[in-house]
């Protein structure tokens, strides 16, 4: 079965700080990663995803198949990076996500 | 702009009525999801539908069903609602194919007393 694990419920840095989100899966096939974002009053939304190997908003993630981790990680965290990070799996079709259980992330002035 | 919307923001029923959850999304999307979103359980997967009358369990679908009668309209139902359905949930949308971004909506916030 899949799994993701996000081993922080909370995060707290200081503006300007580096910030590192951990998300660790398990799955027997080749995997497919998402970073999914939830500020403050608004819709969960897509952040990015590992397989278009973009920066969104200065985040960025790698794949890292050996020790099976996707991290999300940004050199200089800014206040409006405050929110609910979630990171997720696809399955083999492609059609459905297992999410992990989310890190809320506090940037402080 | 992709728009998926919920019939309620927040519901408050009592332990036994039934309850229907309502989802809207006007992309012309073939898979809808609805999940549940609980502090530290993050979201689960209750239900998915694929095209219209056709549906897959999620992770947690006891208690729950769900009617896709139309492409555009995906309903919850909780046919006997219990405390432990006390949660947010959440539906989604996305077009076919292979890892299509899921569009979300604001979520209905549901108290089971």
């Known amino acids: 079965a899949q799994r993701v694990t996000q081993p922080e419920k909370l995060l707290s840095v200081f503006k300007g700080a580096p910030v590192e989100l951990k998300c660790n899966y398990s799955?027997?096939?080749?995997?497919?990663l998402f970073w999914y974002v939830q500020y403050s009053r608004q819709r969960l939304q897509l952040l990015l995803r590992h397989i278009s190997r973009e920066s969104i908003k200065g985040f960025t993630a790698d794949l890292n198949k050996g020790e099976t981790s996707f991290h999300l990680k940004k050199p200089f965290a800014q206040e409006e990076d405050s929110a609910m990070y979630y990171c997720?799996?696809?399955?083999?079709?492609?059609?459905?996500?297992?999410f992990g259980g989310g890190t809320r992330l506090m940037v402080k002035p | 702009d992709v728009k998926v919307t919920q019939s309620s923001r927040y519901l408050v029923k009592r332990t036994g009525e039934k309850v229907f959850l309502e989802c809207v999304q006007d992309m012309d999307h073939e898979n809808m999801f609805w999940y549940r979103q609980d502090p530290g359980l993050g979201l689960r997967l209750i239900y998915f539908s694929y095209d219209v009358k056709m549906k897959e369990k999620g992770d947690i679908p006891e208690g729950y069903s769900v009617s896709r009668e139309k492409k555009e309209r995906f309903s919850l139902i909780l046919e006997s609602a219990s405390t432990n359905q006390t949660s947010m949930y959440l539906c989604?949308?996305?077009?076919?194919?292979?890892?299509?971004?899921?569009?979300f909506g604001p979520g209905t916030r549901l108290t089971v007393t």
């Open positions: 997720a799996l696809s399955n083999n079709a492609g059609n459905m996500l297992t």
């Open positions: 989604a949308s996305s077009s076919t194919g292979w890892n299509y971004e899921q569009y």
């Open positions: 799955y027997s096939g080749s995997p497919e």
